[in-house]
């Protein structure tokens, strides 16, 4: 009783799942699917979408979050001075969305697919804007995309403008936690969209040089019709993946794995090593240049 004398009107911690964050704020679903805005202690300044937190009623103002519920996993990026943010957590399913205009970025990819195997999550590479395709797909970009059909990627080719592909991606997603990433522009919001047609999300316009405005500002949790969660999440023109090591460079290269462990060193790069068995698979035509070269070039920045 003198307890609650101290703490007049808080109640029992109760469970809840973060669905976005507004500055100093959060929003959050209760058990009961209510949704409410949260002020979180200071300390919980980390939380990002998806995290399962406990939270307590205040006798005045916004309910506190009070503690942060264990994580599966936490994607994340560097802000602009270069320190990591949680983007969202509990992932289960990276969807990596790319265009045609804006043309996709392919070292961009490539960090998401290392990222996708460091959470680790599934990861399903979308093609959006298939409209635009046949006129703007350079022989050298259908190229690049055909390696990551070669090595097991899946691939879906959709168009939100033309509602066309949309239904594998829920199927895709099977009742878990996706999240919706990838450049500014390429139709992530669109997307989410068309996957939730009742929900109001914004979708924004490309400029003349095709670069999108960065519409979406924070990452937001959907819950889709049909079971399971939709992370729409604010575009980036390089994701980068500050403190990567190589062995996460090397595992997030998953053509690589039936080659490891032939290389004349054990510590092998795949660089400048004499005997190196990845090296040889790619002049032999069993690995996909494009890929290596890349792969090349992400090493020479670890
Ligand atoms: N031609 C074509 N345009 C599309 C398609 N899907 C989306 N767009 C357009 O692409 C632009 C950007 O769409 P958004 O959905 O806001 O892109 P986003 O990836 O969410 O962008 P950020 O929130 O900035 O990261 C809008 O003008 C859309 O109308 C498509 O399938 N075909
Ligand atoms: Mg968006
Ligand atoms: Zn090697």
Redesign the pocket.
């Known amino acids: 009783m003198t307890e609650n004398l101290s703490h007049p009107a808080s109640t029992a911690p109760e469970n809840g799942q973060i669905i976005t964050r507004f500055g100093a704020d959060f929003l959050v679903e209760t058990a009961d699917a209510e949704l409410l805005r949260c002020t979180a202690r200071r300390k919980l300044d980390h939380l990002a979408c998806g995290d399962y937190v406990q939270w307590e009623r205040q006798a005045q103002g916004n309910a506190a979050i009070t503690a942060m519920l264990p994580r599966r996993n936490v994607l994340e990026r560097p802000d602009f001075r270069g320190r990591l943010r949680p983007i969202a957590a509990n992932i289960d399913l990276l969807i990596v ?1 790319a ?1 045609w ?1 804006p043309a996709p970025i392919w070292e961009t990819l490539d960090r998401y697919l290392i990222a996708a195997n460091r959470l680790p999550a599934d990861v399903l590479l979308v093609f ?5 395709r046949q006129s703007l797909a350079s022989a050298e970009a259908e190229t690049c995309l055909a390696e990551y059909q070669r090595i097991g990627i899946p691939i879906l080719h ?5 509602q ?1 592909g949309i239904h594998p991606i829920l199927e895709a997603i099977q009742g878990r936690t996706a999240i ?1 990433v ?12 068309q996957l939730l047609p009742e929900t109001d ?6 400029s003349e040089t095709g670069e ?6 924070s990452a937001t949790l959907y819950r889709l019709p049909s079971g399971g969660s939709l992370i ?5 023109r390089d994701f980068g993946l500050t403190g990567m090591d190589f062995a996460t460079l090397e595992t997030g290269f998953p053509e690589f794995r039936p080659f490891l462990g032939e290389c004349r060193f054990h510590n092998c790069t795949h660089n400048h090593e004499p005997n190196c068995a990845i090296k040889a698979a790619v002049a032999a035509g069993q690995l996909p240049p494009r890929r290596f070269a890349r792969y090349l070039s992400l090493l020479a920045n670890i």
């Open positions: 969305v265009s205009q959006n804007k298939a409209d635009l959709v168009s939100a403008k033309q066309q919706v990838g450049q500014s522009g390429v139709g992530k919001s669109s997307l989410a969209m999300i914004r979708v924004g316009t490309i999108g405005r960065h519409t979406t500002t729409d999440s604010p575009g980036v």
